[in-house]
């Protein structure tokens, strides 16, 4: 399979799964149940094989921490990915370069890339400074997909660094050496900043829906707000010799297909929920609480998080939203077309949501490929450089 962003003419639909480990909303580490957990990962692989025959373009796995999501490596899946996959492309969504050692994640990526076959997709999230981020990605960048690239010595690996002991500045060339003669980086963006940053790099970029408990769970970003920025993105980009287009830019959509429009609301209403409840513990008993015990607790804190607006929004704040796939198939068909008439060729799908179960996300995934977008998927299959699987 080409990469995500050639063949503009083609719409691509990237599947993603949050992984939520289920039972939803457990938080004590003295309940973690190995099988389940196995059995969830292994589920996960079975789904990306089958996305791949249902015409997904790529397969994707985010960087998460806790038990809402158990994916704090991403690397070690995606090799896994590599092996259970033979045509569609890889995509970490997203790695936080800050969170890890530069040139030690390019390494792992690397490797990735050779598993694949050369279909690995880098995506880069940000936490933290953006100065320090801006560095950390050219170090991912360049380690990966340049040779000789000068690296400081303060930024080399330990093992490096003990080879090397009296070098200010090393040429580091990765090995292995990835397939592609350059792995695509995409960038997760939403800002004016983030987009000129990612388009002076020449980096494809995520964009669109964003989780904000302060906005009642999903901020809304209209379209006609989010079109001007892209089309500012791609003439910085062709300003600094780069020949980007809206294949570069993949919108980040929940994606929850129902039988009705309430019910794919409660869907993503229910699984949110989850996730802060989940990711609050989480935090709270790795700061020394007692188990079971949630900052949570009090109505204040609920409120202050965002918990109360989220369970008292109405059913159309999650139905409207125009990056938010949710509804019935006619409904979710119907905002898709409005996104392509915009002009967005390409889709990362957050079937598995943050908290939603991991049974409802494939459904959803299935539903888009066989219910939705059916032609949009085919066209996927035939396309140039498709392997049947």
Not at 60 to 87: D, K, N, Q, V, Y
Not at 125 to 145: E, K, P, S, W, Y
Not at 255 to 268: G, H, K, L, M, S
Request: hydrophobic share 45%; aromatic share 6%; glycine share 8%.
């Amino acid at each position: 399979m080409s990469a995500i962003g050639d063949d503009p003419e083609i719409v691509k639909f990237v599947y993603w799964d949050n992984l939520t480990y289920a039972p939803p909303g457990s938080r004590i580490p003295e309940e973690w149940d190995p099988a389940l957990g196995a059995r969830l990962y292994e589920s996960y692989l079975g789904h990306c094989a089958e996305a791949e025959r249902l015409g997904y373009a790529g397969v994707s796995m985010p960087e998460h921490f806790g038990p809402s999501s158990p994916c704090p490596h991403p690397a070690i899946i995606l090799a896994a990915l590599a092996a259970r996959t033979t045509t569609a492309r890889i995509v970490s969504g997203a790695n936080l370069p800050l969170l890890h050692h530069p040139m030690e994640l390019a390494e792992q990526l690397a490797m990735v890339d050779v598993l694949s076959g050369g279909r690995l997709e880098v995506g880069l999230g940000r936490i933290g400074d953006r100065t320090a981020q801006a560095r950390a990605v050219g170090l991912v960048d360049g380690c990966l997909n340049t040779v000789d690239h000068p690296v400081e010595r303060a930024d080399l690996t330990t093992s490096s660094a003990t080879f090397l002991p009296d070098v200010p500045v090393a040429k580091v060339t990765v090995w292995p050496r990835p397939v592609q003669k350059r792995v695509p980086l995409w960038a997760a963006a939403g800002s004016d900043e983030s987009f000129a940053t990612a388009a002076r790099r020449g980096l494809g970029t995520f964009t669109g829906l964003n989780i904000n408990p302060s906005a009642g769970g999903l901020t809304t970003v209209g379209v006609e707000e989010m079109v001007p920025r892209l089309r500012r993105y791609i003439e910085i980009g062709r300003e600094n010799g780069h020949d980007l287009s809206m294949a570069n830019v993949m919108a980040s959509c929940f994606t929850v297909v129902a039988d009705t429009d309430r019910e794919a609301a409660e869907i993503v209403r229910s699984g949110f929920l989850s996730h802060v409840e989940t990711a609050a513990g989480h935090l709270a008993r790795m700061a020394g609480a007692a188990p079971g015990e949630s900052p949570l607790d009090s109505p204040e804190a609920r409120e202050r998080m965002g918990i109360t607006a989220v369970r008292e929004a109405p059913v159309d704040f999650f139905v409207k939203n125009p990056f938010a796939l949710v509804g019935s198939a006619d409904t979710v068909r119907e905002k898709l077309d409005a996104l392509l008439s915009a002009g967005l060729t390409r889709f990362l799908l957050l079937c598995g949501g943050v908290g939603t179960a991991h049974d409802i996300a494939w459904q959803s995934a299935t539903a888009m490929a066989e219910d939705v977008a059916p032609e949009l998927f085919a066209a996927t299959k035939s396309a140039p450089g498709r392997v049947a699987a």
